[in-house]
């Protein structure tokens, strides 16, 4: 079974609008990690956004924020006033207790076109 | 430099061949790791070396061989490889603290054709 599961492939999204981007994961640790990656066709990684299993409030960088629904193990990015360079993949991705080192699993990913 | 550095940022190889990519950080971590990214398939983790030391193998046929001499540089050693591990290579690196907070740092990608 999936640990990362994003399940939409594709989005549209007209510029200034916001979009969000669906991210549900499956776990049985208590402490983990959840984030957000962006992937533009250069083929880098960039992070964007953290949120813990125990932080009580939603995470949020500048234009990115976090729903965060612990109970329902969904952690959905928000993009606000989205721009043409906000075109790109965007993963998500958990770190788990115990994991060797900084392993991070993702998931599918979802491509965001950004309409002019 | 800063960040993350993969070479050569494309491949293109015979599966008789014998190839390495090569990626270096300049973050001063301590945990650097390999990555797949296949066409309609999410990232699949390869391999991760902590202290220079392998700590994880996930599966990974033996064609595909890796070498971390320093904390600094990692290597993935290819050989005899199939036309399915055409695949974007992507190297990370982190500072492993024992944290859930740690972010990866990531490299460009070697973007890998075998013919």
């Known amino acids: 079974a999936q640990k990362i599961t994003q399940t939409q492939p594709g989005m549209f999204v007209q510029e200034k609008e916001a979009v969000t981007l669906d991210c549900t994961y499956d776990t049985s640790d208590q402490s983990y990690g959840l984030f957000w990656y962006k992937q533009p066709s250069s083929g880098e990684m960039i992070f964007l956004i953290y949120q813990g299993s125990y932080d009580e409030q939603n995470a949020t960088e500048g234009r990115y924020s976090l729903n965060f629904q612990k109970a329902r193990k969904s952690a959905n990015l928000v993009i606000s006033a989205s721009q043409l360079g906000d075109s790109a993949m965007y993963f998500c991705a958990m770190r788990e207790t115990g994991a060797a080192g900084n392993k991070l699993t993702f998931g599918g990913g979802t491509r965001v076109l950004v309409k002019p | 430099e800063t960040g993350v550095t993969q070479t050569p940022r494309h491949l293109v190889m015979g599966m008789t061949n014998k190839k390495s990519l090569k990626c270096e950080q300049h973050?001063?971590?301590?945990?650097m790791y390999w990555y797949k990214q296949s066409a309609k398939k999410p990232l699949e983790l390869m391999f991760v070396?902590?202290?220079?030391?392998?700590?994880e193998n996930n599966s990974v046929p033996s064609r595909f061989s890796p070498e971390c001499p320093n904390s600094s540089h990692l290597f993935l050693h290819l050989h005899t490889l199939q036309p399915e591990d055409s695949a974007l290579y992507l190297c990370?690196?982190?500072?492993?603290?024992?944290?859930?907070?740690?972010?990866?740092?990531f490299g460009q990608g070697t973007r890998l054709t075998v013919v």
């Open positions: 973050l001063g971590h301590n945990a």
């Open positions: 990370a690196s982190s500072q492993d603290r024992g944290q859930m907070n740690t972010e990866a740092f």
């Open positions: 070396y902590s202290l220079e030391e392998r700590v």
